[in-house]
């Protein structure tokens, strides 16, 4: 079965630190992997998306994510974290062969301290 | 432009209540999705439009649920006689039409949620 990871409930960074949010898959066929944020009180944000090409893929807001094949693993990262970045952060796949819903992993809190 | 709107943010309802849950999506964007996120399940996918069609229903959780589409637009998600496990924020997304060649699928834009709370 299709899955999507995050190790990590809630991430805590200082201001201006770079920062690292987890996520692993495990996906039939080729990965396509997509970052969404969550401000509270909102919907989902889209921030980027891998669909092919290059490894490291560049998005909103200043993000970036790290597709590792070996790995199984794409890791957004930002290089320098900002108190407004602070929200909940989803790692989603569309399943295979199914009309591009998407499954989501359980979510990463970052907390962004001054 | 305006994105994927919803109504109503908040609604409150005793046990046994219907209830209808309205998005309307992005023009343009034939896809539909609708999505359940609450705390001990996270993220959920309920069902996916095509046009006014839905090819997936996978994922609604019991026959009290239900969402039609019309018009390729606006989309209402009902659920019948509401059980307190139903209380949840609804999201609902809109994307283009899955496209084909090397970028076989588009980003979903998600609409800010109803939260439905069931006494």
Known sequence: AQSVAQPEDQVNVAEGNPLTVKCTYSVSGNPYLFWYVQYPNRGLQFLLKYIT??????????FEAEFNKSQTSFHL?????????????FCAAPVSGGYNKLIFGAGTRLAVHP | GAGVSQSPSNKVTE??????????????????????QSLGQGLEFLIYFQGNSAPDKSGLPSDRFSAERTGGSVSTLTIQRTQQE?????????????GGGSAPYNEQFFGPGTRLTVL
Request: proline share 3%.
């Open chain 1, 53 to 62: 090409g290059d490894n490291l893929v560049k998005g909103s807001y200043g």
């Open chain 2, 15 to 36: 046990k046994g209540k219907d209830v209808e849950l309205r998005c309307d999506p992005i023009s343009g964007h034939t896809a539909l999705y609708w999505y359940r």
């Open chain 1, 77 to 89: 990262k930002k290089p320098s974290a900002l108190v407004s970045d602070s929200a909940l952060y």
């Open chain 2, 86 to 98: 139903d209380s949840a924020v609804y999201l609902c997304a809109s994307s283009l039409t899955r």
